[in-house]
């Protein structure tokens, strides 16, 4: 496929990679997982993403930080035993080829399909890709289609790693209602105002906020959602940091993610296609 100016082949580590560069700023997506590694805009020169200092780019291992893509379930909600099927599906380490790229003055934009849409616990006929687009913002979008005769179950995610300079100085700006948190057992509590981070933070927002803000002593970013009936917020803090062999035990201090998710027990009907859209600023 003929490449425009402002998209090259790089590579980290063992891994093939595309940078975009162009008037609004420059991303690099690393071809295994589809795996959105940097994005810098133009305006500012600031880093959006964090990505581990001890992340592998083996091309076996899923690569700590920038964006996973979490499908065709979110975490180990695939309804078979836990250690059976991979926690955030199996697409995040699958090989995904370059299907189309374009270029305007709206940006350029790269769409990427996966290896195989089939994998262990997901036999159905579906067809996926991930539309990444450097524009104004930096835009994410998971496409799933159900090309089959039969509804199936879809969870998924943009499981996007946000770097900040200080998580003890940051706050989430634009959440409401209730979460169930995973470091007590799945309850329910109602979100804090103002949402700031002292400890290991592990929620599924139930309210699908259209527009957050990061707020941390090296600046402001902003996440914009479509698509999604949750936001996931995730701190390892210092012990489950520490217990991660791609992670620092340092490395919770300058992170935290903010996913846009669809959790819960979602089915795709079929002929449906559900499109899932970070959009970074
Ligand atoms: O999205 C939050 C979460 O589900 C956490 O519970 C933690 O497991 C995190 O994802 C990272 O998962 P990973 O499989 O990438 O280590």
């Given at each position: 496929m003929q490449l425009p100016s402002s998209i090259t082949q790089a590579s980290r580590g063992s891994l093939d990679t595309l940078v975009l560069s162009n008037a609004f700023g420059r991303c690099e997506i690393s071809l295994f997982g589809a795996h959105v590694l940097s994005y810098v805009p133009?305006?500012?020169?600031?880093?959006?993403l964090w990505l581990s200092q001890s992340a592998i780019f083996d091309g076996i291992s899923a690569i700590r930080g920038g964006v996973p893509v979490c499908w065709p379930?979110?975490?180990?909600?695939?309804?078979?035993?836990?250690?059976d099927l991979p926690s955030h599906g199996y697409v995040r380490k699958q090989q995904w080829t370059l299907n189309d790229c374009k270029d305007d003055d709206n940006g350029t934009a790269v769409t990427l399909v996966p290896q195989?849409?089939?994998g262990p616990g997901f036999d159905y006929a579906a067809q996926l890709k991930i539309v990444v687009h450097l524009g104004e913002q930096l835009s994410i979008t998971l496409v799933t289609r159900n090309l089959g005769s039969e509804p199936f179950p879809l969870s998924c995610a943009l499981h996007t790693y946000f770097a900040v300079e200080d998580i003890q100085r940051s706050e989430l700006i634009g959440l409401k209602g209730e979460y169930l948190d995973k470091t007590r057992g799945f309850d329910t509590f109602s979100t804090p105002s103002p949402y700031r981070f002292t400890m290991e933070t592990d929620r599924i927002h139930l309210d699908a906020a259209e527009h957050l803000t990061i707020q941390h002593p090296g600046g402001v970013t902003e996440v914009d959602s479509s698509g999604h009936n949750s936001i996931v917020v995730w701190n390892p803090w210092q012990d489950k940091a520490t217990a991660?062999?791609?992670?620092?035990?340092?490395?919770?201090?300058t992170m935290l993610c903010v996913e846009t998710a669809v959790t819960g027990d979602v089915s795709l009907a079929p002929g449906q296609t559900l499109a899932l859209q970070q959009r970074i600023g």
């Open positions: 133009q305006s500012d020169q600031r880093e959006r379930w979110f975490s180990d909600n695939h309804g078979n035993r836990q250690e195989s849409v089939q991660m062999a791609d992670m620092r035990e340092d490395g919770y201090l």
